[in-house]
């Protein structure tokens, strides 16, 4: 499942390399927080002990570490990739889900704080779109609900 997601050639370069190690603010603030040993595991096969680790959860996103990248690549991709095979298999913060939740109800992760909006002048937020979403969400999951149906009478 990872080969399809990330680059193992350079997922290699980048154990030896570490160069955005030092700058990486989760790594400079949280004790525990080392992606080089993430990366040495996924490329030794041993990636599930941390589907279940809440450091695949702490990279920010910042992409600091593809900046520092000379192969532009980081190990942001390796972190992302784990998160996602963590989500599908459950193994998510709460926060995660309540914030899919939201966003089904609303297609926002948040919702605008309209007296602060209000104070500086800001015009009023558009329309969220949260209708269209959840009409294409009970597509999707109709879709997949029918290829389950299909793929278990095969």
């Known amino acids: 499942m990872l080969d399809a997601k990330l680059n193992f050639k350079l997922l290699e370069m980048c154990s030896r390399c570490g160069a955005c190690y030092s700058i990486c603010p989760s790594c400079m603030n949280i004790p525990g927080y080392d992606p080089r040993a993430v990366i040495k595991d996924i490329l030794n096969g041993e990636h599930e002990k941390w589907l279940s680790s809440r450091h695949i ?4 996103e910042c992409h600091y570490c593809l900046e520092m990248c000379y192969q532009h690549y ?3 991709n390796a972190m992302t990739a784990l998160r996602n095979i963590a989500a599908r298999k459950g193994l998510h913060p709460p926060q995660v889900k309540r914030g899919w939740e939201m966003f089904v109800k609303t297609s926002r992760l948040g919702e ?12 009023e937020p558009k329309a969220s779109g949260a209708e269209e979403f959840r009409k294409l969400y009970a597509l999707l999951q109709e879709r997949r609900a029918a290829g389950n149906k299909e793929d278990k009478t095969k």
Do not use: I, Q, T, V
């Not at 959860?57 to 920010?60: D, F, I, P, Q």
């Not at 309209?114 to 002048?121: D, E, S, T, W, Y």
């Open 112 to 123: 605008p704080a309209l007296p602060a909006r209000k104070k500086f002048g800001l015009p």
């Open 57 to 60: 959860w702490e990279c920010l």
């Open 74 to 76: 980081g190990f942001e």
